[in-house]
């Protein structure tokens, strides 16, 4: 799925914080691409512990096949327990591609599979999976409610559905902070203004616990029940 390409520093239709910037598929595969070969020590070493809390929440459930969105180059792939059955998807080859290997290397047999996927348009039928995960992914992607809705699809009933990310505040320094930053969101392939609202609300997702996670309470891991 491509939207229209977006020029640098745009930001979606609406006004105000509500309004998102653009990011489109183009713009995704393109910072990946650069952030591929450094991500592991980049932003992967900052968000280590987010991660960590959000699998060890995965890791309570029992065992299931678990669907992770936007799994990047497969940091937290080695810290599901061996019970679960672990699918990968990306849009990114570059990423996907430092995922594939670690699987190798560390002998990760608990992952069924790495597929480049786009989220937005997912390949797999309704409730294939018993819990989903998305780490850093919902302010990536182009078209969050699509994501979101796809999710929901692939999820059956009673599963779960845990998202981490950065949510933007409305007041104070760090809101301007994200809003500067947010004309750069197709330069950087993230957007830092994003309100965690975009992602609440969905008739098919009851929110079941909302907790900040390090690394210094930038992050949010929001777990879904699907009904
Ligand atoms: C910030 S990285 C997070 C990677 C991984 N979840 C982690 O925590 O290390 C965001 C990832 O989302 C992927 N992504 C962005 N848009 C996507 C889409 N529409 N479908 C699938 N993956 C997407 C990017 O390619 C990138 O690998």
Not at 35 to 61: H, K, Q
Not at 93 to 118: F, I, P, Q
Request: glycine residues 8%.
């Amino acid at each position: 799925m491509t939207q229209p390409t977006g020029g640098f520093g745009e930001t979606g239709p609406g006004s105000g914080a509500a309004a998102l910037a653009t990011i489109n598929d183009d713009h995704v595969v393109a910072a990946y691409a650069r952030w591929a070969p450094i991500y592991d020590w980049s932003f992967g070493a900052f968000t280590r512990a987010p991660c960590r809390a959000a699998v060890a929440e995965m890791n309570r459930l029992p065992p299931g096949r678990v669907l992770e969105i936007g799994v990047g180059t497969g940091i937290s792939l080695p810290l599901y327990d061996r019970k679960h059955r672990v699918t990968g998807i990306d849009l990114s080859r570059d990423m996907l591609e430092r995922a594939k290997k670690r699987v190798a290397e560390e002998r990760l047999s608990h992952v069924e599979g790495l597929e480049v996927m786009d989220a937005s348009a997912l390949t797999f039928p309704d409730a294939a999976f018993d819990a989903a995960m998305a780490m850093f992914v919902i302010t990536v992607v182009p078209d969050p409610d699509t994501v979101l809705a796809e999710i929901a699809r692939v999820v059956r009933p009673g599963g779960r559905v845990i998202l981490v990310s950065h949510f933007s505040v409305e007041s104070g320094p760090r809101a301007f902070v994200e809003k500067h930053l947010s004309r750069y969101s197709s330069r950087l392939g993230w957007r830092p203004n994003f309100p965690i609202e975009t992602v609440l609300g969905r008739r098919e997702l009851k929110l079941i616990d909302r907790r900040a996670v390090k690394s210094f309470d930038l992050f949010t891991m929001l777990t879904f029940e699907r009904i």
